[in-house]
């Protein structure tokens, strides 16, 4: 809302409340957090608050997940390293992070990019999910 605005709800003695991100309704978040990208959903929105931490585990938000095409490179500090950092493992392999991240949508994927080293064990689970 603009000043303008503002100030004439002041003049007419209605209070503007400051809303809060963490009090939207649990589907409305959904809805945002399903349009951030996965990378955002694994390492940043789970840490705001407990509110975007339960939404972001709700299945609708992993619909479109779409991995880096290196995701284990020895060069490159990857997705999958700072996955690991974040959440304090120390080992993860590409498949068991891929099926990991994949499972969060419960079956509800519609549009998926894997990495480029995915192999048939997690495109079998892929399937079946």
């Known amino acids: 809302m603009n000043n303008c605005a503002e100030k004439h709800f002041l003049s007419v003695g209605i209070e503007m409340e400051e809303r809060k991100w963490e009090d939207l309704e649990c589907d409305c978040l959904v809805n945002v957090l399903g349009r951030v990208g996965m990378e955002s959903l694994l390492l940043d929105v789970p840490f705001v608050c407990k509110s975007w931490y339960k939404a972001s585990l709700d299945p609708s938000c992993w619909k479109?997940?779409?991995?880096?095409?290196?995701?284990?490179?020895?060069?490159?500090?990857?997705?999958?390293?700072?996955?690991?950092?974040k959440y304090k493992i120390e080992n993860c392999s590409v498949d068991a992070f891929t099926k990991f991240v994949v499972g969060r949508s419960h079956g509800n994927c519609t549009g998926l990019f894997l990495p480029n080293v995915c192999t048939e064990e997690v495109a079998k689970y892929i399937a079946d999910e």
């Open 64 to 85: 479109h997940l779409v991995f880096p095409k290196d995701l284990d490179s020895e060069r490159d500090f990857t997705l999958l390293d700072r996955f690991k950092g």
